[in-house]
């Protein structure tokens, strides 16, 4: 087989460093074979190829500059490979701000000077996850040593869990809870022991406030001056003085805090929370009618597995 008609794993190879290349060329405007030789720990005739391969692809993408013994970035650039968008970029440099990511593991090349805001580590003991991430798997059910807020001391319950949630700041474990009987959300730091396991099986589409979704409709704080809603609608990308922002609802709740939007606009100074909720009745429609709908559902499931 030819050289350039890889198949499975190559093809795939060759393709992540071609995407590199293009990665390189549009944000750092150059990229050279080392480059790809530090990164993908290839040879410099692979590294060749490599770029010979991206020419080939967009050869209007790049020119090699033999004084600076790159390849630049043309003017008439235009990603063919990648959907480049900023938050890519700085998502990594938010996981390096926060240690998950290794500098030399990131695509970037050269860093900018960048600082983010420290955030409290909600921490996941690895093997607490590892087994419910096999509860989950294999089907079944745990015994779980639980400290929830509503009791002063922690209770032995059984879950089944279906899936895993992040609410912005902790991952929770979305689970059928045996004690409850119902779909809750349970926070990872506070299982304190994971006992014995069991075979459960869990009808998902029992969790209605999983499956349905509600779209918030989020605008500038009719209090605001216009060019204070005008800044509003531009850094949050607005379309005529709104954003659609679609959750499940189960995660609704976890929204409506992180973003301030549980809270009446007339009960906060427009400066201190300057984004507010426009469908405040559709959304709480939508948290009402679920709540109703999942509490038959669970007398029905508790019921079928009764008999």
Not at 169 to 184: E, G, K, P
Request: hydrophobic share 40%; charged share 30%.
């Amino acid at each position: 087989m030819a050289e350039d008609e890889p198949t499975g794993k190559m093809r795939w190879n060759i393709e992540r460093r071609l995407e590199f290349i293009e990665f390189r060329l549009f944000w750092e405007k150059k990229v050279n074979r080392s480059d790809l030789v530090d990164f993908f720990g290839i040879s410099v005739p692979q590294a060749s190829a490599d770029l010979g391969r991206y020419q080939k692809v967009a050869g209007q993408n790049l020119i090699y500059d033999k004084r600076a013994k790159s390849y630049l970035a043309t003017s008439e650039f235009q990603p063919v490979l990648l959907e480049l968008d900023a938050q890519r970029y700085l998502a990594q440099l938010r996981l390096m701000a926060n240690g998950i990511l290794p500098k030399e593991e990131s695509w970037l090349g050269w860093v900018p000077t960048y600082a983010t805001v420290p955030s409290i580590a909600r921490r996941v003991d690895p093997e607490k996850l590892r087994k419910v991430l096999d509860v989950i798997r294999s089907g079944s059910a745990m015994h779980v040593e639980y400290q929830s807020l509503s009791r002063p001391d922690p209770l032995w319950r059984w879950l089944t869990p279906h899936a895993l949630a992040f609410d912005g700041f902790r991952w929770h474990v979305r689970a059928w809870c045996h004690t409850r009987n119902n779909f809750q959300d349970f926070v990872f730091a506070r299982m304190l022991s994971l006992g014995e396991m069991k075979p459960d099986q869990i009808d998902v589409e029992y969790d209605v406030e999983w499956q349905r979704s509600v779209t918030f409709r989020i605008g500038p704080h009719p209090d605001l001056g216009k060019a204070r809603r005008r800044a509003i609608e531009l850094d949050y990308g607005m379309q005529q003085g709104e954003i659609s922002v679609e959750t499940r609802i189960s995660l609704s709740f976890y929204l409506e805090r992180r973003l301030g939007l549980d809270v009446k606009p007339a009960d906060v100074p427009p400066e201190r929370q300057q984004i507010v909720l426009l469908n405040r009745d559709e959304v709480d429609e939508a948290q009402k009618r679920v709540k109703a709908e999942t509490a038959a559902l669970a007398s029905e499931y508790i019921a079928r597995n009764e008999d």
